[in-house]
Nanobody, 127 residues
Framework: QVQLVESGGGLVQAGGSLKLSCAAS????????MGWFRQAPGKEREFVAA????????YAADSVKGRFTLSRDNAKNTVYQQMNSLNPEDAAVYYC????????????????????WGQGTQVTVSS
């Protein structure tokens, strides 16, 4: 059983930056695709970004491309999401997710594909 614990959320002004972290335990971190989803009040949960176990490529939603950067440190069992140029539309609860990567490059933008979820961390962006 994999446990995911997010940190780094908070309040930031529009145009500012935050760095989210997700620490994993209970599994072999290097076997997992890691990712982030977010959910704003009254909206569906949406894909933000994912990074397969190899870490060579990352995949991001169009709404965050060029602003958010996903990385992983397999030695620390941690995935990071650097978020720059934040705007009020980025405000949401951000969830870290994980699923075993079967071949080294798997990822998905579907909430249904990830079987491990963190509790979430709140990101608030003031205008």
């Amino acid at each position: 059983q994999v446990q995911l614990v997010e940190s780094g959320g908070g309040l930031v002004q529009a145009g500012g930056s935050l760095k989210l972290s997700c620490a994993a335990s209970g599994g072999t971190f290097s076997r997992y695709t890691m990712g982030w989803f977010r959910q704003a009040p009254g909206k569906e949960r949406e894909f933000v970004a994912a990074i397969p176990r190899s870490g060579g490529n990352t995949y991001a939603a169009d709404s965050v491309k060029g602003r958010f950067t996903l990385s992983r440190d397999n030695a620390k069992n941690t995935v990071y999401q650097q978020m720059n140029s934040l705007n009020p539309e980025d405000a949401a609860v951000y969830y870290c997710v994980a699923k075993i990567d079967p071949y080294g490059g798997w990822w998905s933008a579907s909430t249904l594909q990830y079987n491990y979820w963190g509790q979430g961390t709140q990101v608030t962006v003031s205008s």
